[in-house]
C-alpha cells in the first residue's frame, strides 16, 4: 500500500469516526473512557519505538518514524471526543483523568493543541528525513506528553 492510499484510508476512518460520533449521541461514561484509553494506547503503542530508535536502542528508521507519527497525529485529533462532560473520576472509577480536565478546560485545550501541533511537526520532520530535526522534534513532542500527564493525570 502506497503512502496516499494510507493518508486517503486514514481520513476515511477519519471521516467515519465523526458520523459515528454524531449517530452515537449521548455515549455512556464508561464508553467514553474506554474510548479514550483506546485512543492513548495507540499513541503510546507508536511512540514507543520513536523512542527507541532515539534513544539507539534500535536502528534509526526516518521512514517508520514516519509512519507511527501519522498514527500518533491522528490520535491527537481524536483524543478530545474522549473527554466529554461527565466521564471523570467523580462518575468512573476505573479512569486516570484527573477533575482538573473539567475545572480547568482552557488549560487541558492547550495541552491538547500543543500536542497536536508538535505531533503534526514531528510528521513533517520525519518525512523530511534529517535525524538530527527528528530527534528534537521527538524531544518536543514528548514534553507535551510529560505536560499534560503531570497536571491532569493521575500516576
Ligand atoms: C492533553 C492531555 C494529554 C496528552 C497531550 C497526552 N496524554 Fe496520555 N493520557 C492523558 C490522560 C488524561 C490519560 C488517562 C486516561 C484515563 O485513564 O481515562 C492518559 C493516558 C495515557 C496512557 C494509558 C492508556 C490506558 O490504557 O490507560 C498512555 C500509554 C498515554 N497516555 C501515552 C501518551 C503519550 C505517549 C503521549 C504523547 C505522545 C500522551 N499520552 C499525551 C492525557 C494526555
Known amino acids: 500500500m502506497n503512502k496516499q492510499r494510507v493518508l486517503v ?3 476515511g ?14 455515549p455512556k461514561p464508561q464508553d467514553v473512557v474506554d474510548y479514550r484509553k483506546a485512543v492513548y494506547t495507540v499513541v503510546g503503542w507508536n511512540f514507543k519505538p520513536i523512542g527507541a530508535m532515539v534513544k539507539g536502542e534500535i536502528p534509526f528508521d526516518a ?3 514516519a509512519r507511527h507519527a501519522q498514527y500518533v497525529a491522528l490520535m491527537s485529533q481524536a483524543a478530545p471526543e474522549g473527554f466529554t ?14 477533575a482538573e480536565i473539567w475545572t480547568n478546560a ?13 505531533s503534526a511537526k ?3 520532520v520525519a518525512k523530511a528525513g534529517q535525524e538530527a ?3 528534537a522534534q521527538f524531544g518536543k513532542t514528548a514534553e507535551t506528553c510529560k505536560a ?7 500516576d
Do not use: R, Y
Open 106 to 118: 482552557d488549560k487541558f485545550k492547550t495541552a491538547m493543541t500543543n500536542f497536536q501541533q508538535e
Open 122 to 124: 514531528l510528521v513533517d
Open 9 to 11: 484510508l486514514a481520513s
Open 63 to 65: 521512514a517508520a518514524v
Open 148 to 154: 499534560c500527564h503531570k497536571e491532569f493525570k493521575k
Open 133 to 135: 530535526d527528528i530527534k
Open 85 to 98: 462532560k461527565g466521564s471523570g473520576p467523580d462518575a468512573v472509577k476505573d479512569t486516570e483523568a484527573k
Open 13 to 26: 476512518i477519519l471521516g467515519a469516526s465523526i458520523l459515528t460520533a454524531v449517530q452515537a449521541a449521548d
